[in-house]
């Protein structure tokens, strides 16, 4: 829109000037106010240039920045994306983990439930840090939606924040299978 303003004001002067030149052929004593009418119009041309180029640079910044802004979206979605598959992956090596703590236990065999126990420990852990870099990369969405409202970084932001309550869950399940575990570990030592 600024453009179009411009360019339409800078095409007025420029047909002013044409119409104040012509006229000015036609007097050959000129007026001294008109002399002012042409050295301001010139002044206004270059005014208008300058303003075009700038408006011209600005407008090429704005589109990088909006196109940079996009493929951080695109990137921190596909970050809580993988963040809470991680999440997933660590709950289910908790899970198991407790199992084989819990079997361990019923055979009394106690460095194999201790290795157990700690395994589903460091599951939880580990599902722990994924929903936490999930949640981050989420609020990285977030972030940059509110400066860029565009359909598709509304909707990358929707997954990320998907993506972050699947992790939150996951983790949660870890966390529980960890418990598990300990409490395995507890029962043999009795």
Do not use: C
């Amino acid at each position: 829109m600024m453009g179009f303003i411009i360019g339409w004001t800078q095409t007025a002067l420029v047909a002013l000037a044409l119409v104040f030149h012509a006229n000015r052929k036609k007097e050959h004593l000129m007026n001294p106010d008109i002399e002012k009418i042409y050295q301001r119009l010139s002044t206004l041309e270059e005014e208008i240039s300058r303003l075009r180029m700038t408006y011209s640079e600005l407008n090429k910044q704005y589109v990088e920045a909006i196109t940079s802004l996009k493929d951080l979206v695109l990137h921190a979605s596909e970050a809580a994306k993988r963040a809470a598959k991680a999440t997933e992956l660590s709950a289910n090596a908790a899970k198991n983990a407790s199992l084989a703590a819990q079997e361990a236990s019923s055979s009394h065999l106690v460095s194999v439930t201790l290795a157990a126990v700690e395994a589903a420990n460091l599951a939880a852990e580990a599902a722990t840090e994924s929903a936490a870099a999930a949640a981050s990369a989420a609020s990285a969405a977030a972030a940059a939606v509110a400066y860029q409202a565009e359909e598709s970084s509304l909707r990358a932001s929707a997954e990320a924040a998907a993506a972050t309550k699947t992790a939150a869950e996951a983790a949660a399940v870890a966390v529980k299978m960890s418990n598990l575990a300990n409490e395995a570990a507890k029962a043999i030592k009795k």
